[in-house]
């Protein structure tokens, strides 16, 4: 398969040189999965055709393969790719933004171009083939039900199986003739490359955390500096993540609400915005300025973050509202029992968009905050009730 060039599908285009100083030499391996077509390219079906709208406008040309089709993708984000991306940070089709999974092509690659591993979630999508500006290669996208590479990893749908399945799935052997696979170093916690090399020949490269350091990377032999390797979730990083935060916790606001509408119309409590601005406020705490402020916050625990800010605002509340006294004892109780303890709850929420944790982290903060969270704000509720019926 030696110097092998494959023909675009669309008869009368110039076809680009595939020669690529970052193709691999002679002798050297790389696979990767086809692509899933559509169900009019090849009789192969995706089983999940029926179920999600791909994103698929960035499909320009196909190229011919002796694997089959392969399509090529456009490595220019457009307006409407922006859009669909804050689209998403809004939490507005989050879960239906993706791409077919299998084998792409940028530029015209050959059977001796690098392959590089991305999730099917549109975003990391989009990140890679823009990096690959100018490039030739291959793309290969995982089944990662929608999901970023980080996340994907930890939960494993970014992980060996998956690799391995789409490279038996395609009989990429015949496409490329080396045996070498790029993955974003995110991937690193669910891919088991040993694993992946002994069932299938195939070595894998981790390369930088950041798509756009792609070009730095294989220029520097296809080896991280210490820089593309680090991750530093910095202030914008967070802020950006916000949105998402946001529109999740929006739900609690409107249930709370909700219930002082019935209460008022029952005749139990009158509904005033001096009841609903603090719950407002410390929702706002909990998943926006809690975020934003993370590495400037005491503690470690994402939860005690959220609580010390939850508390903070309490105590706000309580100096605003002139209920610091002993006649409205069961009103400042319940304020310093209730908001801080909400706070921390959707604080600790964000503990999954968050490069500052681990699972198993995770999961022990979780056993400790969760309790004393569901405690504190119970015992919240109980006292202000109570205190509202026996004037207390």
């Known amino acids: 398969m030696s110097g092998e060039n494959y023909n675009t599908c669309c008869s009368g285009d110039k076809q680009e040189s595939t020669k690529d100083k970052y193709s691999m030499g002679e002798g050297q391996f790389v696979t990767f999965p086809l692509y899933t077509p559509y169900k009019e390219d090849t009789p192969v079906k995706d089983e999940k055709e029926e179920i999600f709208n791909y994103y698929q406008d960035f499909i320009i040309d196909f190229l011919e393969t002796p694997s089959g089709k392969v399509p090529v993708v456009d490595t220019e984000i457009h307006f409407e790719d922006k859009i669909g991306s804050w689209k998403v940070r809004w939490g507005i089709g989050r879960f239906n933004y993706r791409v077919r999974p299998g084998l792409y092509a940028v530029g015209r690659p050959n059977e001796n171009s690098l392959i590089y591993v991305t999730a099917n979630y549109k975003m990391s999508f989009d990140r890679l083939r823009k990096s690959l500006s100018g490039l030739n290669g291959w793309i290969m996208v995982l089944d990662t039900d929608g999901i970023n590479v980080w996340c994907a990893a930890g939960k494993g749908t970014f992980g060996t199986d998956e690799l391995i399945r789409r490279i038996e799935l395609t009989g990429i052997k015949k496409i490329v003739s080396h045996r070498l696979l790029i993955l974003p170093q995110l991937s690193a916690p669910g891919v088991s490359a040993h694993e992946v090399f002994v069932k299938t020949g195939f070595k894998v490269i981790y390369g930088p955390v950041k798509a756009e350091d792609i070009k730095r990377f ?35 606001i409107l249930i709370f609400i909700i219930i002082m509408l019935i209460l008022h119309l029952g005749d139990v409590i009158k509904f005033r915005f001096s009841y609903i601005y603090p719950f407002i406020g410390a929702v706002t705490t909990g998943s926006v300025i809690t975020p934003a402020l993370l590495p400037w916050i005491p503690g470690k625990a994402f939860s005690f973050k959220g609580w010390v800010m939850g508390l903070l605002w309490a105590i706000f509340v309580i100096y605003k509202q002139g209920i610091f006294d002993m006649e409205k004892l069961s009103v400042t109780l319940a304020v310093i029992l209730f908001l801080p303890a909400l706070s921390s709850f959707l604080a600790f929420n964000f503990t999954g968009a968050s490069t500052y944790t681990s699972l198993s982290g995770v999961k022990k903060e979780m056993k400790i905050a969760v309790p004393l969270m569901i405690t504190s704000a119970l015992t919240g509720m109980v006292v202000g009730i109570t205190g509202h019926f026996l004037k207390f």
């Not at 296809?222 to 946001?246: G, H, Q, S």
């Open 218 to 252: 294989l220029d520097n032999g296809m080896k991280a500096t210490e820089d593309m390797r680090t991750v530093n979730f910095d202030f914008l990083d967070r802020v950006v993540l916000i949105p998402m935060e946001l529109v999740q916790s929006i739900k609690y």
